[in-house]
């Protein structure tokens, strides 16, 4: 039996603040991680020698342990205490950056991904799982859980800057010693700042935890994998089709067992449901819209990764602003519901004026206006989402109802890339078929513009449907004590 909860005093309002910025910083530091090791990639090809076939598995490396073990990361910080896996993850993170700058061949610096990706899974759904525990107070939640969107949304511009800055003028082992400064920073907040958690779930479902991690990673490989090699290959359709029965097979283990991995009450409650769709969705379309936007400015328009960086500013300025602010106006005035299908509606609306993108479009008149709308959109969208996602959790699910959130974002991220990638590339075929630069160039724009249009349609369904399922009024969470954890 868990230990009896005794209670414990909410943080101080100063040091709860705190609290956040450190989280904060690992979260970002998460997700920039992506996007630096994205842009240091040719440099580290050309330093040690690896092939262009090879070159994928430095992205996969990362992205497959992290979408597939996000579920059993959740729950471990519930069992063991947040901040011990707070601490640990933040150590085995920096000590596997480390080892990947300093990798003097290609399967080191795989090896370090995958330590990466593996710690990454643990950090992300207990940084989530201790800041829902740490705002209860209904306005103060608002305002962290959109400062907290903020950080999601805003990262992978900010990676741009870095990694162009990095690759321009340092090396590309910068892009993994970096995150020793994330984690160092949070480390010091961590340990002086986060309050000791008890041992929630003494027990871990075993099969639902296999099960979980088989399903994730072969729907994870399988949207990669489809990315570059099509929806039809035998490899795609099979690994797709395992990870759909493995899932299925999951749901079935969460329904017999008496302590599942992931309760089927933190899915099944409409506001956390509704929520997950919502973050499901519109990580497939941020994930996608940031990809062709940024082959868009690099290919077409010719700019450096550096001044890409700088043309998203003014999207993750109005994604901050909006995050930070709108969710914690509107949701107390005129409910949930329709706070996050305005977000939709925005994000779709900056889309259509990105449809207008030509060959020579300038960015003052083309790209500036539906991007800050884009960004607007995505931080209401987000914000509101996250808080949804998480509200009403008893104290002893909240690392693994983050880590479903957490789960939906990188599915739904894989999903949207891979298959917005695909509609894209079909566009361009029937346009392109004329190898001459000036035509193929105008079927990738045409592509880009197919790819939005999907993308439109998506929103608007989905923000419909948000706004019929999502009750008003978002649930309060459980103010269930934390037993002391040693």
């Not at 550096?306 to 043309?311: P, V």
């Not at 996250?386 to 109802?401: H, P």
């Not at 449907?465 to 008003?472: D, Q, S, T, Y």
Request: with cysteine; proline share 5%; net charge positive.
């Amino acid at each position: 039996m868990p230990p009896a909860p005794t209670t414990s005093v909410a943080p101080a309002l100063a040091k709860r603040w705190w609290i956040l910025a450190t989280l904060g910083i690992v979260q970002l530091m998460i997700i920039l991680d992506i996007t630096v090791v994205n842009i240091a990639l040719p440099g580290a090809q050309a330093d040690l020698g690896f092939s262009n076939a090879d070159r994928q598995w430095v992205i996969t490396g990362y992205a497959l342990p992290f979408g597939s073990l996000l579920l059993l990361g959740g729950r471990v910080s519930d069992m063991i205490g947040r901040k011990t896996v707070f601490i640990v993850g933040l150590v085995g993170f920096g000590i596997a950056s480390a080892i990947g700058g300093a990798a003097a061949n290609f399967p080191t610096l795989v090896a370090a991904r995958v330590g990466q990706g593996v710690l990454a899974a643990v950090l992300a759904p207990a940084a989530l799982a201790l800041l829902t525990v740490t705002f209860t107070d209904p306005h103060e939640r608002a305002r962290a859980f959109g400062i907290f969107g903020a950080i999601v949304g805003i990262a992978a511009a900010i990676g741009l800057l870095i990694g162009g800055s990095l690759t321009q003028w340092a090396s590309w082992r910068w892009a993994m010693y970096i995150n020793l400064f994330f984690a160092g920073a949070a480390l010091i907040g961590g340990v002086l700042l986060l309050p000791r958690s008890g041992r929630l779930r003494p027990t871990l479902d075993l099969p639902g935890a296999c099960t979980a991690t088989a399903a994730l990673f072969s729907l994870v490989y399988g949207f990669s994998y489809a990315d570059t090699h099509g929806w039809l290959d035998p490899i795609t359709i099979s690994l797709l089709a395992i990870g759909l029965v493995l899932a299925l097979v999951f749901m079935v283990l969460q329904i017999r067992v008496t302590e599942p991995l992931l309760p089927l009450r933190i899915l099944f409650n409409r506001t956390r449901g509704a929520s997950y769709v919502g973050i499901f969705v519109i990580a497939a379309a941020s994930f996608a819209s940031y990809l062709l936007l940024t082959y868009y400015m690099q290919l077409i328009l010719g700019y450096s990764p550096l001044k890409t960086g700088f043309a998203f500013l003014p999207m993750a300025i109005a994604l901050s602003i909006a995050a930070m602010t709108v969710p914690a106006v509107l949701i107390p005035r005129i409910g949930a519901k329709l706070t996050v299908a305005s977000g939709f509606v925005l994000t779709a609306t900056g889309l259509m004026l990105l449809t207008r993108i030509a060959l020579g479009s300038s960015y003052d008149m083309h790209i500036l206006p539906g991007t800050v709308l884009l960004g607007m959109g995505f931080g209401v969208a987000v914000a509101t989402a996250y808080q949804g996602s998480t509200s009403g959790i008893d104290i002893d699910d909240a690392g693994v109802a983050s880590a479903t959130l957490t789960t939906m974002q990188q599915v739904g991220g894989s999903i949207g890339t891979a298959l917005l990638n695909t509609i894209a590339a079909a566009a361009r075929f029937v346009r392109g078929k004329i190898p001459e630069p000036t035509v193929f160039a105008q079927a990738q724009v045409e592509g880009f513009v197919t790819a939005f249009w999907w993308v439109i349609g998506m929103l608007l369904v989905t923000g419909l449907v948000l706004a019929i399922l999502l009750p008003n009024k978002l649930i309060e969470n459980s103010d269930q004590p934390i037993a002391p954890m040693l």
